[in-house]
């Protein structure tokens, strides 16, 4: 089993800062692409952030410059630093790990639970 777990999100005033965090466990062969996506109410999850196990990095042009993403491959973990947070951030954060399980040949998609992240105005 891979679970993927994050912590960080909660409430903010405009302007302010939130860091969340996405740790992989389990069966654990190799991490390709990690990412953070969102969904607001009513709208289509959408992507904020990814970050190859090379650490290319890519970003929704509605975050750049405000948003930064990093991995640490040792303990498995991306973060999102939130900066210059905006009501219109709002949305239930998901974390993303492109995995291989160990002992498997074939990479899958496998998501965390999510996490609130409300930015007040």
């Known amino acids: 089993q891979v679970q993927l777990v994050e912590s960080g999100g909660g409430l903010v005033q405009a302007g302010g800062s939130l860091r969340l965090s996405c740790a992989a466990s389990g069966n654990i062969g190799s991490i390709n692409v990690m990412g953070w996506y969102r969904q607001a109410p009513g709208a289509q999850r959408e992507l904020v952030a990814s970050?190859?196990?090379?650490?290319?990095?890519n970003y929704a042009d509605s975050v750049k410059g405000r948003f930064t993403i990093s991995r640490d491959n040792a303990k498995n973990t991306v973060y999102l630093q939130m900066n210059s947070l905006k009501p219109e951030d709002t949305a239930v954060y998901y974390c993303?790990?492109?995995?291989?399980?160990?002992?498997?040949?074939?990479?899958?998609?496998?998501w965390g639970q999510g996490t609130q992240v409300t930015v007040s105005a």
């Open positions: 993303n790990g492109n995995i291989r399980r160990t002992l498997a040949y074939t990479y899958l998609n496998y």
């Open positions: 970050i190859t196990s090379g650490r290319t990095t």
